[in-house]
């Protein structure tokens, strides 16, 4: 339900390069495809829209009044993917 809601917006005539310079894709979006391609690539294709990656998995608990990012497991099997894959 959530990229049937996210592919109608990306395909709406008022979603263009015009307006909008990129867009932050999660990683369940970017394995998706919007009218039969990767969304990376109709993004770009299509829109003139350029994609990026969402890739932190959030701030950890704070510490000494510090919040540092979490550890990104898997990170360089995702960039890999997202770069071989799926054109981002």
Do not use: Y
Not at 37 to 60: E, N, R, S, Y
């Amino acid at each position: 339900l959530v990229h049937e809601m996210r592919t109608r917006i990306i395909t709406s005539p008022a979603f263009t390069s015009e307006h909008i310079l990129a867009a932050i894709l999660f990683e369940m979006t970017m394995d998706r495809e919007v009218e039969g391609m990767p969304t990376a690539d109709f993004l770009w294709q299509h829109k003139g829209i350029v994609p990026f990656l969402k890739i932190d998995k959030g701030l950890a608990d704070e510490d000494n009044h510090v919040k540092v990012m979490k550890p990104i497991p898997g990170l360089d099997e995702l960039l890999h993917r997202a770069v071989e894959d799926k054109h981002i």
